[in-house]
């Protein structure tokens, strides 16, 4: 089993920054990816940004260039770092951990969420 614990969330104005952190605990040499997802009020799930254990990263479209994703493999911790931040940014951001051939991501484990909300 592996934890995910989410933090860093909050309330920012538009054009503001903020970094999320995701620290992951147990069976850590189980997953080889982590990853953020998001959800706005009334909308499905939606993939934000995922990186492999080897450092290969993707992001969404509609981020790219404003968040970046990283991972400090000595803390088990995965970050986001959000800038430029949109009123349509605001949403739940959850942790994801699971494991990847390079192709397919099959995500196993989720955090519990941390709220961004972004208004002036």
């Known amino acids: 089993q592996v934890q995910l614990v989410e933090s860093g969330g909050g309330l920012v104005q538009p054009g503001g920054s903020l970094r999320l952190s995701c620290a992951a605990s147990?069976?850590?040499?189980?997953?080889?990816?982590m990853g953020w997802y998001r959800q706005a009020p009334g909308k499905e799930r939606e993939f934000v940004a995922r990186i492999s254990n080897g450092g290969q990263t993707e992001t969404e479209d509609s981020v790219k260039g404003r968040f970046t994703i990283s991972r400090d493999n000595d803390k088990n911790t995965v970050y986001l770092q959000m800038s430029s931040l949109k009123r349509e940014d605001t949403a739940v951001y959850y942790c994801?951990?699971?494991?990847?051939?390079?192709?397919?991501?099959?995500?196993?484990?989720w955090g519990q969420g941390t709220q961004v909300t972004v208004s002036s």
């Open positions: 147990g069976i850590i040499s189980s997953i080889s990816a």
């Open positions: 994801s951990a699971g494991t990847t051939n390079g192709l397919v991501y099959i995500w196993r484990y």
